[in-house]
T-cell receptor
Framework: GPKVLQIPSHQIIDMGQMVTLNCDPV?????FYWYKQILGQQMEFLVN????????KSKLFKDQFSVERPDGSYFTLKIQPTALEDSAVYFC?????????????FGPGTRLTVL | QQKVQQSPESLIVPEGGMASLNCTSS?????YFWWYRQHSGKSPKMLM?????GEKEEGRFTVHLNKASLHTSLHIRDSQPSDSALYLC???????????FGTGTRLQVSP
């Protein structure tokens, strides 16, 4: 079936550094999402993105977070500067069209560890 | 804040048995329910969705939805060891793309 890829699978960085998480969504999908999952807790919505713009974001999407997808390349989540509480698994998802009744396809996640 | 509660937290069933998983939303405005399965270290994959009251069956999997009580359940008959995974329930509303996930039920099917 359709696959979402995420690069890297693991990232370890020092607090205060910048990190960029990369997502390669399903090729004909137009809506993109990031979720955050702290170990042992539920996966939580961060942001969704369409046509070059953030459509919705949650309280977890702090000012240090930004997303973009320049010229159809990777959909990225950048955190600058990172904090200890940013340690989590970040899942990217994409869907062919928007709307709550359309399936989102998830990537395998990037495990981010902030030291 | 909308919450999705799942029960039980973990479940062990024998191979060939029936597994029943529950999920309830705290938000009365929820319109859509999803069940995802996530094998260890892998991405969550959508198993089934249900948007209307009643029951939906696909192979060994059956979902029920009672919109009045905002409760959905997933039943897996003839459970197989390959069904061992984390099962995530999710809910969404008509006016948003935001999907709210529960903490999951970890199912183990013992051979």
């Amino acid at each position: 079936g359709p696959k979402v890829l995420q690069i890297p699978s693991h990232q370890i960085i020092d607090m205060g550094q910048m990190v960029t998480l990369n997502c390669d969504p399903v090729s004909n999908h137009l809506y993109f999402y990031w979720y955050k999952q702290i170990l042992g807790q539920q996966m939580e919505f961060l942001v969704n993105f369409y046509n070059g713009k953030v459509m919705e974001k949650s309280k977890l999407f702090k000012d240090q977070f930004s997303v973009e997808r320049p010229d159809g390349s990777y959909f990225t989540l950048k955190i600058q500067p990172t904090a200890l509480e940013d340690s989590a698994v970040y899942f990217c998802a994409s869907s062919r069209t928007g709307g709550p009744s359309y399936e989102q396809y998830f990537g395998p996640g990037t495990r981010l560890t902030v030291l | 804040q909308q919450k999705v509660q799942q029960s039980p937290e973990s479940l062990i069933v024998p191979e060939g048995g029936m597994a029943s998983l529950n999920c309830t939303s705290s938000d009365r405005n929820v319109d859509y329910f999803w069940w995802y399965r996530q094998h260890s270290g892998k991405s969550p994959k959508m198993l089934m969705s249900i948007f209307s009251n009643g029951e939906k069956e696909e192979g060994r999997f059956t979902v029920h939805l009672n919109k009045a009580s905002l409760h959905t359940s997933l039943h897996i008959r003839d459970s197989q060891p390959s069904d061992s995974a984390l099962y995530l329930c999710a809910a969404s509303k008509a006016n948003t793309d935001k999907v709210v996930f529960g903490t999951g039920t970890r199912l183990q099917v013992s051979p």
